[in-house]
């Protein structure tokens, strides 16, 4: 079974620039996550997508971060303009929803660092 | 949100149990427990979970204390592949969410 693909695995850009990027979860896994991890720290959730709907953005900063889920498969997450403070490990992660013990299966990330 | 409380680091000698401690005092009747383990470049992997009674999987044991109030995660025999940040998480039945602490970073010695 193929593992939730991430891409690009890094990216460098200056301040105030864009930066997007791309996730596809495990075939049938209708619920998308999408995390932010700053060094040192453990992920934290930005926005959760049940096929492609938002379920929940409440820690997106909407000012600068968007994110959408076209479809129910794909998902991308962009930023603009990004900002020092950005630059972190971006995981995305998806499931078969539901509560309980249903375990999340994440991608390997993306290294975004803001210069 | 229920909280846990872990030792920032451990060191374990290869081939030996591990026991990894994780404190939830505030712990409901209605959240289960998680493991995740973050290997190096890598994003998270679910290694055990559990309610009330003790769990074992191929990967670890987990033991629950009665109360529920704290939880061990065992590794039987670590080997350096071990070596990882392991995060205890308390997840809603009802809920999607996991929030993550800082965990612990495990350290294998050779």
């Known amino acids: 079974e193929a593992g939730v693909a991430q891409s690009p695995r890094y990216k460098i850009i200056e301040k105030r620039q864009s930066v997007a990027f791309w996730c596809n979860p495990i075939?049938?896994?209708?619920?998308l996550y999408w995390y932010q991890q700053i060094l040192g720290q453990g992920p934290k959730l930005l926005i959760q997508?049940?096929?492609?709907?938002?379920?929940?953005d409440s820690q997106l900063p909407k000012d600068r971060f968007s994110a959408e889920r076209l479809k129910g498969v794909d998902s991308t997450l962009k930023i603009q303009p990004a900002k020092l403070e950005d630059s972190a490990v971006y995981l995305c992660a998806s499931n078969s929803g539901g509560g309980g013990y249903n375990e999340q299966f994440f991608g390997p990330g993306t290294r975004l660092t803001v210069l | 949100d229920a909280k846990t409380t872990q030792p920032n680091s451990m060191e374990s000698n290869e081939e030996e149990p591990v026991h990894l401690p994780c404190n939830h005092s505030?712990?409901?009747?209605?959240?289960?427990i998680h493991w995740y383990r973050q290997l190096p470049s890598q994003g998270p992997e679910y290694v055990i979970h559990?309610?009330?009674s003790n769990v074992n999987n191929r990967m670890a044991s987990l033991a629950i204390a009665e109360d529920r109030k704290s939880s061990t995660l065992i590794l039987h025999r670590a080997t350096l592949r071990d070596a990882a940040v392991y995060y205890c998480?308390?997840?809603?039945?009802?809920?999607?969410?996991?929030?993550f602490g800082s965990g612990t970073r495990l350290l294998v010695r050779p």
């Open positions: 559990g309610l009330t």
């Open positions: 997508f049940q096929n492609n709907g938002v379920v929940d």
């Open positions: 075939s049938g896994h209708a619920t």
């Open positions: 505030t712990i409901s009747g209605t959240d289960y």
């Open positions: 998480i308390l997840k809603m039945d009802s809920s999607y969410k996991l929030i």
